[in-house]
């Protein structure tokens, strides 16, 4: 919108509609080292946005591990592109984000952090949490998991003994030399259902199917990512052969790589941070049921903001993997919570989000 400098008065009406985006770099504080095949870490950077328009606030974020290839700078480099006056306000999700994705390739986790920020204003905008708007029952969600790293046994035991009571399901990091042995450790603790994440650590598919035969043996109830994520050829034979369901994550960033995966995996695990947020996982979620595969909702390490966005979006999927707000220390909003096993949407508006701590956010 442009308004001749002359014929604009100072307070107009027409300037409080536009919105603002502001930005604060964030520190997630992990309650465990954490380590999936290839490195470990004890923190995770992430970036907090938050939209305002009309007095109302949206709150977004984009959490980044390392090897996604995001950091603060370049999520805050991007944000500073992010010129959004030409839109008249919120609702306009489809054609913001849109012109968003057409900033620069990539930076999925930082048009996410704007794309969960809007769905969270509009939804206050309207009054609604958007699991109603999806037309979703928010309790008719599966049981998250709770992520056990690749660890020393004593570590393992007890990250086990944590979920004990907590958790339904957990959900094993494999794909090293010592996967059975995990298994087992587990298994002294606990009989509950496990799910395998093998991070593309399997490399030869006969030994994956072994693998995944005495897993299921031992409890394993599905396999997500079993080999690198372009050995599209072995990972078809492999999922045809498994007698429990084979998710692709690694193998997976947006829409458009869903429909090349049918035949291939049996499911999709979706994640916010890698589809750009919550318009597109939506899609994803819709094209994948209608091509007849599961669907999984996955998270990074996030504070609630993410996780309670996810948490609008997931119900009637078949997995969830939504621990990451339950694995940091210090997380600053609250939302989406666990309750026997499940992480349900709070019932405000928007994502349902409120934050806990003083955020300085700032441009
Ligand atoms: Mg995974």
New binding site residues.
């Given amino acids: 919108m442009i308004i001749p400098k002359n014929t604009a008065p100072k307070k107009s009406k027409l300037f409080s509609g536009n919105m603002k985006l502001s930005w604060t770099p964030y520190e997630l504080e992990l309650n465990h080292r954490f380590a999936i095949s290839g490195f470990s870490r004890t923190t995770t950077p992430v970036v907090l946005t938050k939209i305002e328009y009309d007095g109302l606030e949206g709150y977004g974020e984009a959490s980044l591990p390392p090897y996604l290839g995001e950091t603060q700078a370049s999520v805050i480099e991007f944000l500073k592109k992010v010129d959004m006056t030409a839109f008249p306000d919120p609702s306009h999700i489809e054609e913001i984000m849109a012109y968003v994705d057409s900033i620069a390739i990539n930076n999925t986790a930082a048009k996410a952090s704007i794309d969960i920020a809007l769905h969270d204003l509009v939804g206050k905008m309207i009054g609604a949490p958007w699991y109603k708007m999806y037309g979703l029952d928010k309790t008719a969600v599966p049981d998250t998991t709770f992520t056990i790293g690749i660890d020393s046994d004593e570590v393992v035991r007890e990250k086990t003994r944590e979920a004990l009571g907590r958790f339904n399901i957990l959900k094993v990091k494999v794909g090293g030399k010592d996967d059975k042995r995990m298994i087992e450790t587990i298994r002294e603790v606990t009989d509950l259902p496990l799910a395998v ?1 093998a ?1 593309q650590g399997w490399a030869d598919r006969h030994e994956a199917l072994d693998m995944i035969l005495w897993m299921r043996e031992n409890g394993v109830v599905m396999v ?2 079993p080999m690198p994520k372009s050995d599209l050829d072995n990972i078809a034979r492999l999922t045809e052969a498994s007698p429990i369901p084979i998710f692709a ?2 193998s997976l960033q947006r829409l458009s790589d869903v429909d090349r995966l049918r035949g291939v995996f049996s499911g999709i ?1 979706i994640k916010l941070m890698k589809c750009t947020g919550m318009h597109e996982a939506w899609k994803m979620r819709n094209l994948a049921r209608a091509l007849g595969m599961k669907v999984m909702m ?1 998270c990074m390490t996030e504070t609630s903001c993410a996780i309670s966005a996810a948490a609008q979006v997931y119900p009637g999927m078949d997995f969830a ?1 939504l621990d990451g707000a339950l694995l940091i220390g210090n997380d600053c909003f609250e939302g989406a919570a666990l309750e026997n096993g499940k992480i349900i949407a709070s019932d405000r508006p928007g994502i349902g989000v409120k934050p806990v701590k003083e955020l300085s956010f700032g441009r």
């Fill in positions: 994440d991070n997500e990512q994550d690694e695990n996955g993997d």
